[in-house]
């Protein structure tokens, strides 16, 4: 039964703390991305990883930092330094498919900082 | 600078009926194009996609038209049901920029009414 599988559905912290966002999949995709969304508002690319060990700032990167030590997981760190923290986060995962790239979702993390 | 939009936030189509939904976008590099549906609390689910060499891609009742010379997608489910009450994303990537970026529309909020 493969997915993509993200915890904690829902997690609360205080401002100032830094938060780790668990991302793992075992659709042995090689690509992975978080993303946040906000109300009202599109997906927002935070970061994302096409291979092992590399990963590339998106489009809002700043307060967060990422890892890719394995093929499976790739965790997100929202910092201290994040300014609205509080956001409904998404990881995605990816397989090129004949030249084509499609996206699949986990559920989401719903991040409160109070 | 929003290069995928989605300029109806919500639409409201009786069951039975079509429901259309728009998307049109600013990059002509963009080659590939998903729909992804999106209930609360949740990740995205992906729908339906179509390539640029395409002008139509048919799944079920999910039909996806591009018009490039618009620069102008939509999204075509017939017949409506309530449980398609959903949001709905619009994608675009583009292969030759070398990663699997996607920039996505804010969304279209759809309520079929029973």
């Known amino acids: 039964d493969g997915g993509i599988t993200q915890s904690p559905k829902y997690l609360f912290r205080k401002e100032g703390q830094n938060v780790t966002l668990s991302c793992e999949q075992n659709?042995?995709?090689?690509?992975m991305y978080w993303y946040r969304q906000d109300p009202g508002q599109g997906l927002r690319l935070i970061y994302y990883?096409?291979?092992?060990?590399?990963?590339q700032k998106g489009d809002i990167a700043e307060g967060y930092s990422v890892s890719r030590e394995k093929k499976e997981s790739f965790p997100l760190t929202v910092t201290s330094a994040q300014k609205n923290p509080t956001a409904f986060y998404l990881c995605?995962?990816?397989?090129?498919?004949?030249?084509?790239?499609?996206?699949?979702f986990g559920p989401g993390t719903r991040l409160t900082v109070l | 600078d929003q290069q995928v939009k989605q300029n109806s936030p919500s639409l409201s189509v009786q069951e039975g009926r079509i429901s259309i939904l728009n998307c049109d976008y600013t990059?002509?590099?963009?080659?590939?194009f998903l729909w992804y549906k999106k209930y609360p609390a949740e990740g995205p689910t992906f729908l339906i996609s179509?390539?640029?060499?395409?002008d139509k891609n048919e799944d079920g009742r999910f039909t996806v038209f591009l018009n490039k010379s618009a620069k102008h997608l939509s999204l075509h489910i017939v017949p409506s049901q309530p449980g398609d009450s959903a949001v709905y994303f619009c994608?675009?990537?583009?292969?030759?920029?070398?990663?699997?970026?996607?920039?996505f529309g804010t969304g279209t909020r759809l309520k079929v009414l029973a």
């Open positions: 994608a675009a990537s583009s292969r030759t920029s070398g990663t699997y970026k996607y920039i």
């Open positions: 995605a995962s990816s397989i090129e498919n004949r030249g084509f790239n499609t996206q699949y």
């Open positions: 179509i390539s640029s060499i395409k």
């Open positions: 659709l042995n995709h090689d690509a």
């Open positions: 990059n002509s590099m963009f080659d590939y």
């Open positions: 990883s096409q291979i092992v060990n590399d990963f």
